[in-house]
């Protein structure tokens, strides 16, 4: 289907978290409110427009932040509520239209395609926001073009709680004059690299052959020239709300050594959520699965608040694991599992983690990924290949190793 018959919406929850806190109290609203570590190595998780007009933005230490609005409330932020509200949301979009992808916690694509000859897709998009509105009590904002690039940018011009239509056609004239920061792929990195050759705004990149954007740019030049001329056959892929990563270790001796055990585990799950930081997801469900010498298998799950953090999801699947483990039984098979994916990397724990500890998972995460995923392993997980011996049932988690290999 090519783009000109295409219909594509993105709708996207204007500052989510601080909406939800509004919701949860109502002397918030018109205030300048920011989200995340309360201390002064804190970081932003989020903030409202409010505290936006005084240059704070996400990701910006806390100590900053409150130097540049001192009146600004600050609030560590409740994940619980916001995966609450994330999921009624979900629920609205999900009763209402054919078919859906929820790119992240607060946003989602949406394809309207062929609905324009029942209903109208602005019209049918119009009544879904002010349905999501009503129902949930939260602010959205929507973009509707023939893409999903176009659609993304329209919605951030829309906001706060508006929506935008870009006809069909004009997606050119529509992005000639916004800045090139606009253009969803462009980080800050790559942006500082086009202001310092002089472009600053997407018209310009309209101008230049894609040839050279390739040869300045690379593979990704090409991308950002197609995205900055509207260019995008990027398919609204289904949501599956189960989706999910999972990892299993089988035993060659069935074991009873909870040492060994427990090292298994910790260095498994470890793995695995470093797999979601790698793929920029978070999880909302955390399984365990064991299986003992007479394949009698038992799986346990709990449903947590969005996260992709080592100190959120390790405690869990460690209280999961005590609870199925039965010391006088040779056991075959541990696993490790993660569904309710969504997209959003780590932005959710922001308001959990101070700067350091961010920096920290950036560092190690690295290290993976230039020296393999054993690079960086807590002590207790080192077991997986070499038994130490430990308490097996320490309530903290365990420290950190960095393990470089040669």
């Known amino acids: 289907m090519t783009n000109k018959e295409r219909s594509i919406v993105h709708m996207d929850l204007d500052t989510f978290f601080v909406s939800c806190e509004r919701l949860m109290d109502s002397r918030l609203n018109n205030r300048p409110v920011l989200i995340g570590g309360t201390s002064d190595r804190g970081v932003v998780a989020s903030c409202?427009?409010?505290?936006?007009?005084?240059?704070?933005?996400?990701?910006?230490?806390?100590?900053?932040?409150?130097?540049?609005?001192?009146?600004?409330?600050?609030?560590?932020?409740?994940?619980?509520?916001?995966?609450?509200?994330?999921?009624?949301?979900?629920?609205?979009?999900?009763?209402?239209?054919?078919?859906?992808?929820?790119?992240?916690?607060?946003?989602?694509?949406?394809?309207l395609t062929g609905m324009d000859q029942f209903f109208g897709c602005h019209q049918l998009a119009s009544e879904l926001r002010q349905k999501i509105i009503r129902e949930t009590g939260l602010p959205i904002s929507f973009g509707l073009s023939v893409n999903k690039t176009?659609?993304?940018?329209?919605?951030?011009?829309?906001?706060?709680?508006?929506?935008?239509?870009?006809?069909?056609?004009?997606?050119?004239?529509?992005?000639?004059?916004?800045?090139?920061?606009?253009?969803?792929?462009?980080?800050?990195?790559?942006?500082?690299?086009?202001?310092?050759?002089?472009?600053?705004?997407?018209?310009?990149?309209?101008?230049?052959?894609?040839?050279?954007?390739?040869?300045?740019?690379?593979?990704s030049g090409g991308s950002i020239w197609k995205k900055a001329n509207g260019i995008d056959n990027t398919p609204v892929v289904k949501y599956q709300e189960r989706k999910s990563i999972s990892t299993e270790r089988t035993f060659d001796k069935d074991t009873t050594d909870v040492c060994k055990l427990r090292s298994i585990v910790i260095a498994m799950t470890e793995n695995l959520i470093f797999q979601l930081?790698?793929?920029?997801?978070?999880?909302?469900?955390?399984?365990?699965?064991?299986?003992?010498?007479?394949?009698?298998?038992?799986?346990k799950q709990k449903s947590i608040p969005y996260s992709a953090s080592d100190e959120a999801i390790l405690p869990i699947v460690m209280e999961l694991y005590k609870s199925l483990y039965q010391r006088r039984l040779l056991v075959r098979l541990v696993g490790v599992k993660f569904s309710n994916l969504v997209n959003g990397g780590h932005q959710v724990n922001l308001f959990d983690d101070n700067d350091k500890m961010l920096n920290l998972y950036q560092a190690m995460d690295k290290m993976r990924e230039k020296h393999g995923d054993r690079a960086v392993i807590r002590a207790a997980g080192m077991g997986a290949k070499t038994i130490h011996r430990s308490n097996p049932f320490d309530g903290e988690p365990p420290p950190l190793l960095a393990n470089r290999r040669s």
Do not use: W
């Open 48 to 111: 409202s427009y409010e505290a936006r007009k005084f240059g704070i933005h996400s990701a910006m230490p806390m100590r900053m932040a409150k130097q540049l609005c001192p009146e600004a409330i600050i609030l560590r932020g409740n994940s619980g509520i916001y995966t609450k509200y994330s999921k009624l949301v979900t629920e609205v979009v999900a009763d209402t239209v054919p078919l859906y992808e929820k790119s992240s916690i607060d946003e989602f694509y949406i394809d």
């Open 277 to 299: 930081r790698r793929g920029n997801k978070l999880t909302a469900c955390v399984s365990f699965k064991i299986r003992y010498s007479d394949f009698q298998t038992y799986t």
């Open 150 to 219: 176009v659609s993304k940018i329209a919605t951030g011009q829309a906001k706060p709680n508006n929506e935008i239509q870009i006809d069909k056609g004009t997606e050119k004239y529509f992005l000639a004059p916004l800045s090139v920061r606009k253009i969803p792929m462009v980080g800050e990195k790559t942006y500082n690299s086009l202001c310092d050759l002089g472009i600053k705004r997407i018209k310009t990149i309209q101008e230049m052959p894609v040839d050279m954007m390739v040869k300045v740019f690379g593979k």
